[in-house]
C-alpha cells in the first residue's frame, strides 16, 4: 500500500532568503501511523508541514497526500487534512461552539451535523457547557483542545500537529497524549513536530530527526536509541587539576568536558561499566569524585548527539 | 472530562465539500460576526465619520454662512460614496492586517476547501456589501440632518444601483492590496498617509467639474477610484454637471478591475510562501 503521505526529495528556498530552508526532505508516513519530525528550532520542520498543509509552495520535489499531489490540488487535499498549528489562532470574534460549527460549514456539513458534531467534540475534548464562552477567556490548555476539537470537525485522515503541547500544564498534555492515542487508534494518521522527546518517545511510531534542512535520522525511537555509539555507560563529575579521561581509557569509549574551573563531567559509555572501577580508576589518576550517575540512552542524547549543542 | 477513548464514531459520511459551499460558508461567518456580534461596533465605525461629515459640512456651515445653503445637495452624494468605499475599504485592509500578522484566524479559512484566492475575494465581497448597508443606513440620516432633506431628482436607477454595486467592490479592492501589501507594523503610518489624501481627492465634498479652476488637482483626483463613486452618484442622483457617464463607468470598472487583480495576487503571496 503507497504511504498515506509521500515526500520526495522536497526543496525550499524562501523569497529573499540566502539559504534553503528545507534542502531534500524524504519521507513516507504509513496509514494509521504517528510519525514525529523532530529537529532544532529552525531545522525546517514548520516548513515541511507547511508544505503538507499547502499554506508553502514548495521550490521543488513532490508533496503527496493520501494520493492527492498537494500542490497540483491544495483544495482536494485541504478536504482530507487538518492542522494544529503552533500558535492558537482560534476565531476571537466567535464563542467556543461557533469557532466548531462554522468551521464546520467550511467542509460543508449541514447544520444539525455540524452541531451535532461540536457538541460530541466539545465532550470529547473536556469543554462541556464551555460552548458558549469567549474564545478570549480560555486557558492555553483548553484553546488548544478547542484547537483540536476544530481540526476533527470535518473527520480528517491526516492530522498535523505543530508542537501541540508546547507551553501546556502536565495535566493538558497527558489528557492530549490520551487524545493522540485515540485517534491513532481509529485509524487517523498523525504527523507531529515536538522539542518534547518524552512525547515523542511515547506518541511516535517513527520518528524523522531533521536539521539544516534535511533528514538525518529516521527509524523508530527504538531504533534511533541504538544510534548512539553506546546507549548506556556511567556519568562522572570530577574534580582534577587536568582532564581525567586518560585514566579511565581502558574502561571504555570516554568522553570529557571540561567546566574550566577544574571540574569535569566525564561519560564513559558500555553497558558493563562498573562504578568501582571507575571511581577507583580515577582517584588513581589523581580525580576526586563528585557526583556519578547511570546513564541510558534517551532520545535526547541522540538529538543532541546528532544535531549537536549548538543555540539555534 | 470523558474517556479519551470516546472518539465520535465515523458515522458522518464527510459530505461533498464544494468550494462554493465553502465561500458561501466564511460569507456566513463574516456577516454573522458584522451583524450579529458587533452589530454597534460595526454601525458606529460605519456611520459614525459620515454623520458628521453631513453634519458639519451640510448643517452647519450653511448655518453660520460659511457655505451655501443648497451645499447639502451637493454634499450628499459625496458622502454617500464616501460611505460606500470608505466602509469595504476599511473592513478588508484592517481584518486583513490583524489576521495576518497578529491573530493568525486567517489560517482557518485558509484551509478551508477553496482556492487561496477564493478566500481573497471573498473578503472582498463581504467588505463590499457592509459599504452598501452602511450607505443604505446613511440615506434616512441624511434626511433627518441636512436642512433640505433627502430630495433626488431625476433618480437614474440603473445608474444609482449600478455604483452601489461596483462603488464598495472598488473600495475593498483597494482595502485588500492595502490589507496584503502592508506590513502590520506601519499599518497606523500608512493609514494615515494614505486614507487622508484619499478621502480629500475623491471628489466627495465638490463636483469633479467645478474644480475646472484647479485643473492640476482635477487631474490629479481622478487617480483616486473615489472620485468616480461621487461622481457616479451624483450623475444618478443630481440634475448638476458631472464628469461624462461613460468616463465614470471606465474609471469604476478601470479601477476596480486593477487594484482587485493587485489585491487579490498580494492575497495569495501572503497565504501561500
Known sequence: ????????????????????????????????????????????????????????????????????????????????????????????????????????????????????????????????????????????????????????????????????????????????????????????????????????????????????????????????????????????????????????????????????????????????????????????????????????????DVFVHLTGRDLR | MSSPGATPPRSTARPAASSWRAFWALCERDFWVAFRRQLGGFLAQTLLQPVFYLFIFGRVLPEIGAAGQSYGTQLLPGVIALTLFFTALQNTALPLVIEFSFTKEIEDRLLAPLPAWAVGVQKIIVAAVRGIVGAIIILPLAALILPGGVEFNDISWPGFLGVMLIGPLAGAAVGLVLGTAVDARQINVVFAVVLTPLLFTGATFYPWAALDSLKWFQVVTLINPLTYVSEGLRAAVTTGSHLGNGWIALGLIGWTIVFGAIGVRGFERRAVD
Open chain 1, 1 to 300: 500500500m503507497a504511504p498515506i503521505i509521500d515526500v520526495a526529495d522536497l526543496h525550499k528556498t524562501y523569497a529573499g532568503a540566502k539559504s534553503e530552508a528545507v534542502a531534500g526532505v524524504s519521507f513516507g508516513v504509513e496509514e494509521g501511523e504517528v510519525f514525529g519530525l523532530l529537529g532544532p528550532n529552525g531545522a525546517g520542520k514548520t516548513t515541511t508541514i507547511g508544505t503538507l498543509t499547502t499554506r508553502v509552495r514548495p521550490s521543488s520535489g513532490r508533496v503527496v497526500v493520501d494520493g492527492i499531489d498537494v500542490v497540483a490540488d491544495p483544495v482536494a487535499a485541504k478536504r482530507v487534512i487538518a492542522v494544529v498549528p503552533q500558535r492558537p489562532n482560534l476565531d476571537r470574534s466567535l464563542n467556543a461552539l461557533e469557532n466548531l460549527t462554522f468551521h464546520g460549514a467550511y467542509f460543508g456539513f449541514s447544520r444539525r451535523d455540524r452541531r451535532r458534531r461540536a457538541d460530541e467534540l466539545l465532550a470529547q475534548l473536556g469543554l462541556e457547557g464551555r460552548g458558549d464562552d469567549r474564545v478570549d477567556n480560555y486557558s492555553g490548555g483548553m484553546a488548544q483542545r478547542l484547537i483540536i476539537a476544530r481540526a476533527l470537525m470535518h473527520d480528517p485522515r491526516v492530522l498535523f500537529l505543530d508542537e501541540p503541547t508546547t507551553g501546556l500544564d502536565p495535566q493538558s498534555r497527558l489528557f492530549l497524549w490520551d487524545q493522540m492515542e485515540a485517534l491513532k487508534a481509529r485509524g487517523v494518521t498523525l504527523l507531529l513536530t515536538t522539542h518534547d522527546m518524552a512525547e515523542a518517545d511515547r506518541l511516535c511510531d517513527r520518528i524523522a530527526i531533521v536539521d539544516h534542512g534535511k533528514v538525518i535520522a529516521s527509524d523508530t525511537p527504538r531504533g534511533l536509541r541504538r544510534v548512539l555509539p553506546d546507549a548506556e555507560g556511567l556519568e562522572l563529575r570530577l574534580a582534577s587539576a587536568s582532564d581525567p579521561s586518560s585514566a579511565l581509557a581502558a574502561l571504555g569509549s570516554v568522553s570529557a568536558e571540561g567546566d574550566g574551573e577544574d571540574e569535569w563531567k566525564v561519560r564513559i559509555y558500555g553497558s558493563d561499566v562498573a562504578p568501582g572501577a571507575a571511581i577507583a580508576a580515577a582517584e588513581a589518576g589523581g580525580a576526586r569524585l563528585v557526583d556519578l550517575r547511570r546513564i541510558e540512552g534517551t532520545l535526547e
